[in-house]
């Protein structure tokens, strides 16, 4: 069963870094752009940043531009590197893929494969 796979999540003080893993597991995904989203309690699933599957152009929310990268690598993982990282960057967060070109994509219904999640928590 084709699917993603979360790593690098945890618990870090406010103002430091962590970065985030998603690797493939049972199919490539590399003809797919790839986002990741974030959920924190009682709250809607919120797109956090997106990359297309050439790795050459990048898109992200406001509330995290300037302080979060996102990447890929010619084996298909992707990458979220966080910086500067704030109690309410607090949440579960995903990793997705979409088949669709042609725009940035920030509604999570537009993403066919997601990870299990993983919980990254900031303490103040």
């Known amino acids: 069963q084709a699917q993603l796979v979360e790593s690098g999540g945890g618990l870090v003080q406010a103002g430091g870094s962590l970065r985030l893993s998603c690797a493939p597991s049972?199919?490539?995904?590399?003809?797919?752009?790839m986002g990741w989203f974030r959920q924190a309690p009682g709250k809607e699933r919120a797109f956090v940043a997106a990359?297309?599957?050439?790795?050459?152009?990048t898109y992200y929310a406001d509330y995290v531009k300037g302080r979060f990268t996102i990447s890929r690598d010619n084996a298909e993982t992707v990458y979220l590197q966080m910086n500067s990282l704030k109690p309410e960057d607090t949440a579960v967060y995903y990793c997705?893929?979409?088949?669709?070109?042609?725009?940035?994509?920030?509604?999570?219904?537009?993403?066919?494969?997601w990870g299990q999640g993983t919980q990254v928590t900031v303490s103040s």
């Open positions: 990359i297309r599957r050439s790795g050459g152009s």
């Open positions: 049972g199919r490539t995904f590399s003809s797919y752009a």
């Open positions: 997705a893929a979409t088949p669709l070109s042609g725009g940035w994509y920030t509604d999570y219904n537009k993403y066919n494969y």
